[in-house]
């Protein structure tokens, strides 16, 4: 730990970021804004290459060991940048992990392994990141598309609660355990869900951004901080295979937009912006 913090330097953290989409939002990011940036993988290897890659384009992103499924890594990561840096500027949770369409893997176990990181590691990153964001901060997790055309596929029961101003953090990681037990137990239609993993566990996060928004101009209401969920669009990844329309630097448009949103700025914040346009959820 250093025996000073720079306050002055700006940072940037992005996860899951040595490939694909989060790999373009650190490209990004280096391009056009004044800041350490940093690119963080589970496997430092994969991550050295990245960083090594980007360095051949002439960009100079740093690195941090990070793997949002293991608590002591992210607790670790956010002592690190506390102790460096004060805090972070600019948090982009990308980490995110999807099973194939043809892929025969049961529901419940895609359930199971899908929304652990997509939705329960991605708010612990959240969960001890957030009180680390500088005044000015911007906060982006990135979401998808088939988040809301999920929602819309849930009983209006459901919809109600994911749609509603009042809904808690607390339930709403309820009804996520919800249905990942309801997987479990086959009954998962019985209860108003879709069999849509992938698009449950966005159509979590995307309300938890609405939530922690909420709760961040009640906390915090000076500190100009914005918080956003976003689809960076169909996108060539091995994620999503090469027929996607968008390439990844394509896909990092909408995220580095918002990451990079100008000081004084008030919106959008608690939103679903897809193409640097807020959607209706």
């Known amino acids: 730990m250093p025996l000073w913090i720079d306050m002055s ?75 460096k840096y004060g805090g972070v500027d600019i948090l982009i949770n990308n980490a995110a992990i999807a099973f194939k369409v043809a892929d025969t893997t049961p529901v419940a176990v895609q359930a199971e392994v899908t929304l652990q990181t997509n939705f329960f590691a991605s708010r612990d990153v959240l969960t001890h990141f957030l009180p680390l964001i500088k005044p000015g901060g911007r906060v982006v997790n990135v979401s998808s598309f088939v988040g809301p055309r999920t929602l819309n596929k849930c009983s209006l029961e459901l919809q109600q609660r994911f749609r509603s101003d009042d809904i808690t953090e607390d339930e709403l990681v309820g009804l996520m355990q919800r249905f990942v037990d309801k997987a479990k137990k086959g009954e998962l239609k019985q209860d108003g869900w879709p069999e849509m993993p992938y698009g449950v566990s966005k159509l979590g996060l995307t309300t938890l951004s609405m939530i922690l928004a909420r709760h961040l101009s009640k906390k915090r209401p000076h500190d100009g901080i914005l918080l956003n969920a976003c689809c960076p669009g169909w996108v060539r990844t091995d994620m999503t295979g090469e027929r996607a329309a968008k390439s990844p630097d394509e896909g990092a448009v909408t995220p580095a937009y918002l990451a990079l949103l100008p000081p004084e700025t008030t919106e959008p914040h608690g939103k679903f912006v897809s193409d640097k346009k807020v959607q209706l959820w």
């Open 9 to 83: 330097t700006k940072v940037a953290m992005v996860t899951g970021s040595n490939k694909g989409v989060g790999l373009a939002v650190v490209r990004a990011l280096c391009k056009q804004w004044q800041g350490d940036v940093y690119l963080t993988a589970r496997d430092v290897d994969r991550g050295q290459e990245a960083i090594e890659s980007l360095a051949s384009e002439g960009l100079k992103p740093l690195f941090h060991q990070l793997d949002i499924n293991d608590l002591n890594s992210i607790k670790t990561a956010a002592a690190f940048f506390k102790g």
